[in-house]
């Protein structure tokens, strides 16, 4: 099974087993990552920002333009930021690294 490593603000590297199939927002929040994922994956926020290694951004597949959309919204934007809904976990993204950004922005409305 693939694996992959969420590195926390403060720098805590934990790494955990990343079943194919399911999104780096799902497989956080089966491990208890703190990423939260407002929109539970329907691509209307960007509180699952990510910031995916330099060495393994090349292996994503290209962002859409709904996802760049959103992307705008979040806090602490870098050139290989993503939002973690949307990175499919696959055996060829094996030790994926991602970090986590110091704070997110929910423009979701509040119920």
């Known amino acids: 099974m693939p694996k ?9 590297r934990t790494e955990v087993d990343a ?23 329907s691509l209307a926020c960007s509180t699952c920002h990510v ?16 996802e760049e959309d959103m992307l705008d919204l979040a806090f602490g934007l870098t050139h290989t930021s993503r ?8 055996e060829e993204l ?5 970090t986590l950004p110091a704070a997110t922005r929910n423009m979701m409305p509040q119920k």
Request: with cysteine; hydrophobic share 35%; proline share 5%.
């Open 94 to 98: 094996d030790g994926l690294t991602v």
């Open 4 to 12: 992959m490593t969420f590195i926390s603000p403060d720098g805590k």
């Open 83 to 90: 939002l973690g809904c949307q990175i499919i976990m696959s």
């Open 51 to 66: 910031i995916v290694d330099e060495e393994d951004f090349d292996r994503l597949s290209e962002p859409t333009e709904e």
């Open 19 to 41: 079943p194919t199939g399911l999104s780096v927002l799902e497989i956080a929040h089966r491990n208890d990552i703190d990423l939260e994922g407002a929109c539970e994956g």
